[in-house]
């Protein structure tokens, strides 16, 4: 008899050696759900579709593998599986639609969770695999006899990209994706025909052997020279400062960036879309550095600095202020995830951020010029002042009450739009989460984000601040909420409009249609599961909102709308509006 591998088998060879058959809980579905859960996926975020049924099927089948949460879409399931990735760190998050109509719905999200570096595993069932190559057009897509299109949208957005639509690699092609994703940290993308997750096969019978992911190291030599550099740098400099970014979270350097501050004696501040990343109660810690809108006396030590380490930076327009920053960049040491540069160069690529910052650490002289020179202009800020009875509730007077509801037992997740600044003012107590969307911006996304964090960490209370324009595009996952018993605080801020795009660019396209919030609410809750629902204008009633959600209704998901006037904006929110909008309107360049 023949053994080699890749010979045609005779028909006696057949005959004598009959495949061994799979177990019957062997399927790809099955196997699927394993590996999942082995990464922390435990909750699956969903939305049936007759392509992927037969996979819901399987991915539940197994008691202890993952649990699908059914969302009423599928963009609100990837936002929920962007918010479930937040929660663990930067773990994985996974959501599973229907082919095409499904995929393009997700697709935004899905973008949004390549744009903020998360592991977001997106599994679309996918046409019957008899189908490819067959000439045939099948419904869900655009009419012509071509399965590609959802996939070449997705190429752009996704770092690994499986079709799964035989059953012999598709144990490799699953593993493949769910490693890439976890170590590209960025979202991948599996479509898997719907007619192979319940068959058993052979490749599946065992249980997988356990991600092993090669670390990844720094190149030695090239690691001494940078942290040689940098220390040469910044120990000339008489009053330098340390800013941390968000890519410190993929780069899992927030440690070591805190072991840098302890040693060094900079003042400390972070970049808006990493806060959160850095505990605020260190003890030299001076709040966000946001250009023109910044902490106050923040921005002042940061560009007043002689040198000035960014730790992860995104330099964007939004995060400039409209490019409006009034940094050098020959003052600058910008440390990326594996690459660090010293003002117009030396360059340094293969060195890992937590590595150099880790051993920078070691080589810096000890300076606290530049925190003194804060303590000096420091001024504590003012209180609100106080609201007489009956007076229409002011912004600042709402987050003054949030402020005091923060503990560490509490995460924050902030919309897009004039929730942006207000949250940026508080002051985050230890071990308290803080969540937002900073480079892609599509509001709407921290409903479905509140519904995934909430469900990851059951520990902590969201307290979610939205805007009411946001809220309209994605209001329908709080029905998923109550009915997954999530004890969420949402507050919703009824100033009726698109605020932040007032502040850009005014129109009567920014002036929306009022909605009764609490009554859309109590129609989801529908006496099923606990709600309790509340709509204040008043500071009195915003205090008896607030002692009912931590009181007696701690554990039902709180919905407070607050009722504000449209132009009680924040001060920041103007300021950044006025310059995002002139950067939008520069003339085009010279020919």
């Known amino acids: 008899m023949d053994t080699t591998i ?9 005959a004598s050696l009959p495949p061994a058959p799979a177990p019957r809980e062997a399927t790809l579905g099955r196997h699927l759900a394993r590996r999942l859960a082995e990464v922390g996926a435990r909750d699956v975020f969903t939305v049936p579709g007759d392509f992927n049924l037969t996979l819901l099927d399987e991915l539940e089948a197994k008691p202890g593998g993952v649990r699908l949460v059914g969302c009423c879409n599928e963009l609100n399931a990837a936002y929920a599986a962007d918010g479930y990735a937040r929660a663990r760190g930067g773990g994985v998050g996974a959501c599973a ?4 109509v499904g995929g393009l719905s997700a697709i935004n999200a899905v973008a949004g969770a390549f744009s903020e570096n998360l592991p977001v595993v997106c599994i679309v069932g996918g046409p019957n695999s008899n189908d490819y190559g067959s000439n045939r057009i099948l419904h869900h897509t655009i009419g012509l006899p071509d399965f590609t299109q959802e996939l070449r949208c997705f190429q752009t957005v996704t770092c690994y990209q499986a079709v799964v639509n035989n059953l012999e690699d598709a144990h490799e092609q699953i593993d493949a994706a769910i490693s890439t994703a976890l170590k590209e940290s960025k979202p991948v993308y599996i479509s898997i025909s719907c007619n192979l997750p319940s068959i058993p096969h052979p490749t599946f019978s065992r249980h997988p052997v356990p991600f092993f992911l090669s670390p ?17 740098f910044l120990n000339k400099a008489v009053k330098p400062v340390l800013v941390g970014g968000p890519k410190m979270r993929v780069a899992k350097a927030c440690k070591s960036f805190i072991e840098l501050a302890d040693a060094c004696g900079y003042p400390v501040a972070v970049m808006p879309s990493a806060k959160g990343l850095v505990p605020e109660h260190h003890p030299r810690f001076i709040g966000t550095y946001w250009g023109a809108v910044s902490t106050p006396f923040c921005a002042e030590i940061v560009e007043s600095a002689d040198a000035y380490l960014f730790a992860g930076p995104i330099f964007n327009d939004y995060s400039s202020v409209g490019y409006s920053l009034l940094l050098k960049k020959e003052k600058a ?5 594996d690459r660090v540069v010293i003002g117009h160069g030396p360059a340094f690529g293969c060195v890992l951020m937590k590595d150099f910052l880790h051993a920078l650490a070691a080589r810096l002289k000890k300076n606290t010029a530049a925190y003194e020179n804060y303590r000096r202009i420091y001024v504590p800020p003012g209180e609100p002042p106080l609201s007489e009875p009956g007076e229409p509730l002011r912004v600042n007077v709402l987050f003054q009450h949030i402020q005091k509801m923060l503990s560490v037992n509490s995460a924050v997740i902030a919309e897009t739009g004039d929730s942006w600044f207000n949250c940026q003012k508080l002051k985050l107590p230890e071990g308290c989460g803080y969540e937002f969307q900073m480079q892609y911006g599509s509001i709407g996304w921290s409903v479905g984000a509140t519904l995934g964090y909430a469900q990851a960490a059951k520990d902590k209370r969201v307290i979610a601040c939205i805007g009411d324009g946001s809220f309209q595009v994605t209001a329908q ?34 002036v929306i249609k009022n909605w009764n919030y609490t009554g859309v609410v109590e129609a989801f809750h529908n006496a099923e599961g606990k709600c309790y629902t509340a709509k204040v204008r008043t500071e009195e009633e915003l205090k008896e909102a607030i002692e009912e959600a931590q009181g007696p209704k701690k554990d039902c998901l709180c919905f407070i709308e607050v009722i504000v006037h449209k132009d009680d904006t924040s001060k920041e929110l103007l300021e950044w509006g006025s310059r995002v909008s002139a950067a939008n309107s520069r003339p085009p360049n010279p020919q």
């Open 333 to 337: 040491i910008i440390v990326q995830p």
């Open 216 to 232: 990844r190291l720094s190149n030695q030599m090239n690691l001494e020279a940078a942290v040689e550099s940098a220390a040469a």
């Open 6 to 14: 890749g010979s045609v088998p005779s028909a006696s060879d057949a």
């Open 97 to 100: 639609v229907t082919f095409t």
């Open 477 to 510: 996952e709080v029905s998923t909420m109550l009915r997954w018993g999530q004890k969420s605080i949402i507050f919703l801020i009824n100033n009726g409009g698109y605020t932040i795009e007032v502040e850009i660019h005014d129109g009567p396209y920014n």
